[in-house]
């Protein structure tokens, strides 16, 4: 899963990237911070598909280079509409059907 979600990151894919989690999930990114912005708390799929949506469309939220480092981990650099900052996404629980449940981007 942690290969879907990343791929959706790099390719702009909102729908794909919400895809990969479960109905009421939790999503918590630390990152935006890095660059003075707040940092992002997001609950539920529809919620996630949308903000991404923003995010995305704005062309506010961009990852490069991104490495896999386990089935539950990667890291890449990633920019909020500011400079890069180096972070780590972590798939810390998935549901019954494989989809995550919870994850956090923080930075690495």
Do not use: T, W
């Amino acid at each position: 899963m942690i290969e879907k979600a990343v791929k959706a990151l790099i390719e702009k894919d909102y729908l794909g990237f919400a895809s990969c989690f479960s109905e009421d999930c939790v999503f918590f990114d630390y990152c935006p911070s890095q660059n003075g912005k707040p940092n992002s708390y997001i609950y539920g799929s529809a919620c996630m598909e949308l903000y991404y949506r923003k995010m995305f469309v704005g062309e506010i939220f961009e990852v490069a280079e991104p490495v896999i480092e386990s089935d539950k981990s990667a890291n890449f650099f990633c920019s909020y509409a500011g400079p890069y900052v180096y972070a780590r996404l972590s798939i810390e629980k998935f549901d019954e059907n494989g989809l995550i449940e919870k994850a956090i981007v923080h930075p690495a």
